[in-house]
C-alpha cells in the first residue's frame, strides 16, 4: 500500500494527458504558452476569485505576495510554527522575518488568541509585525473569521497560505478567495498537482495582481523589455499548465472521494484516537488525514511491521528548528505545536484508496493502538 498513491489518477487520464503534453511539445510554447492562460482562466472560475496567477511553484507563490505587499527588512510577519517549512522561509526571502504563533491542537491551524497576543506586545512596542500568514494546514481552512477582524483591527495584510487545501471551502467560498491574496502549490502530492513544481497566487486586487505579474516575469512592465522593478523568474511551463487543465476536470469529484475516505476513518477510529474533526462552518480537501495519538512512534512502528505507511507532519515545530531558532516566538510560547508535534500520525489518504485498503488500516491501526502502553490523547 502507497501512502498516497498517484498511479490510479494516471492511469485514467493517461489518454487526455499523453495529447494534452504532446500537443505542447508540438506547439514550441513551453513558457507562457495557451495553456497557462487557459488555466489561468479555469482557476479564477473554479474558485470565483478575479485573477489567478500561475507561478513556479508554492513557495514563490508566497513570496511572490510578500513581495507584492511591500514586505521587506525590519519587517516581521506572523506565521503559525506547526507548518511546513516554507511558510516560514517566505518572510526570509523578502528580507524580513518570521514570528511564530501557536496553533490549535483541534484544527492543527492559527490559534487567534496566540496571534492578537502577539500583534498587541508588538504594538505596545516597535511595530514590527506587518502581515500574517495564515496557514490551511492538512486541507482545513483556518480560523478566518478571527485572523480577518486582528488584520482588520492592527491594519495588517493577511496571506492565505492554501497549498494544502486549494478545492475547500470557508462558509461556502473558496479558500482561494481568503486575505488579501492567497497562494497554493502544485506539487505533486497536494491534492491538485501537476507533475513537477507548479503555483499560483489568488487575489481579487487589481493592483496587487498588476504587481505579481510583473514580478514573476522579471519586474516586466507594459511590455516586455521594459524593466519597472526588479523581479525574478516564477513562471509556470506550459506542459505542467496543460496536465493541471486535465487534473482540475476531475478535481471536484476527487474531492468528494478524500471526504468518503475521511468519513470512514473518523467514523471506525474514534474510540481509539482523537479524529480530524471539521470545526466551523469548513469544507476540507483532506491533503492529509491526520489523527492524535500517544504512544505515537510505538503504534507508527507497529503499523510499519503490518505494512500500512504512515507519515508524521510534523515532528518538529518551526521555531524549534535550528534554522528559525533565532526568530521572535508570541508571548505564552508555542506550547500546543510542541505537544502536537508528539502525537500527530497521518495516515494513507488519497482518492482512489480502495475499501479494502481503507479496512487494512482501520484494522492495523485498532490492533496497534490497543496494544499495551498505549492510549488515545486529550
Ligand atoms: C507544499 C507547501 C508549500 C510550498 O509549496 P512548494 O510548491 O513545495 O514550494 C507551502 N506551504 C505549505 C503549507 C505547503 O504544504
Request: glycine share 8%.
Amino acid at each position: 500500500m502507497k501512502f498516497i498513491d498517484l498511479d490510479a489518477q494516471r492511469a485514467r487520464l493517461q489518454p487526455a494527458l499523453n495529447e494534452a503534453i504532446q500537443k505542447v511539445v508540438e506547439s514550441g510554447a513551453y513558457i507562457f504558452g495557451p495553456p497557462v492562460a487557459e488555466l489561468e482562466a479555469a482557476l479564477s472560475s473554479f474558485a470565483k476569485v478575479k485573477h489567478s496567477i500561475a507561478c513556479a511553484n508554492g513557495t514563490d507563490a508566497l513570496h511572490l505576495v510578500l513581495r507584492a505587499f511591500g514586505i521587506g527588512p525590519g519587517d516581521l510577519v506572523a506565521v503559525p510554527s506547526f507548518t511546513f517549512a516554507a511558510t516560514g522561509e517566505a518572510p526570509v526571502l523578502v528580507g524580513a522575518e518570521p514570528l511564530f504563533v501557536d496553533v490549535r491542537p483541534d484544527t492543527f491551524n492559527m490559534d487567534p488568541d496566540s496571534l492578537r497576543r502577539a500583534v498587541e506586545a508588538d504594538r505596545a512596542k516597535d511595530k514590527r509585525i506587518k502581515a500574517v500568514i495564515a496557514v490551511d494546514l492538512f486541507g482545513h481552512p483556518a480560523d478566518y473569521d478571527s485572523i480577518q477582524a486582528i488584520c482588520g483591527e492592527f491594519g495588517l495584510w493577511l496571506l492565505a497560505d492554501i497549498a494544502q487545501s486549494f478545492g475547500a471551502t470557508w462558509k461556502e467560498k473558496s479558500v482561494a478567495s481568503m486575505g488579501h491574496a492567497a497562494a497554493t502549490s502544485f506539487y505533486p502530492a497536494k491534492p491538485l498537482g501537476c507533475y513537477g513544481d507548479g503555483g499560483a497566487v489568488f487575489t481579487d486586487d487589481d493592483d496587487l495582481a498588476d504587481r505579481i505579474k510583473s514580478i514573476r516575469n522579471h519586474g516586466s512592465g507594459s511590455h516586455r523589455y521594459e524593466q519597472i522593478r526588479v523581479g525574478f523568474n516564477s513562471r509556470l511551463d506550459s506542459i505542467q499548465a496543460a496536465v493541471l487543465l486535465e487534473k482540475l476536470k476531475i478535481f471536484l469529484e476527487e474531492i468528494c472521494e478524500r471526504q468518503g475516505v475521511a468519513d470512514r476513518y473518523n467514523a471506525a477510529l474514534r474510540d481509539v484516537a482523537a479524529v480530524p474533526d471539521l470545526i466551523g462552518d469548513v469544507t476540507s480537501v483532506w491533503a492529509q488525514y491526520t489523527l492524535r495519538i500517544e504512544s505515537r512512534d510505538r503504534v507508527q512502528a507497529t503499523l510499519k511491521d503490518s505494512g500500512i505507511p504512515s507519515v508524521i507532519y510534523y515532528p518538529v515545530p518551526l521555531h524549534r528548528q535550528p534554522a528559525f531558532a533565532h526568530c521572535p516566538v508570541a508571548p505564552g510560547g508555542c506550547p500546543a505545536s510542541e505537544a502536537l508535534s508528539g502525537k500527530v500520525l497521518s495516515l494513507p489518504m488519497h482518492p482512489y484508496l480502495s475499501r479494502e485498503d481503507q479496512d487494512r488500516v482501520i484494522a492495523a491501526f485498532r490492533q496497534a493502538v490497543a496494544a499495551p502502553g498505549s492510549h488515545a490523547a486529550e
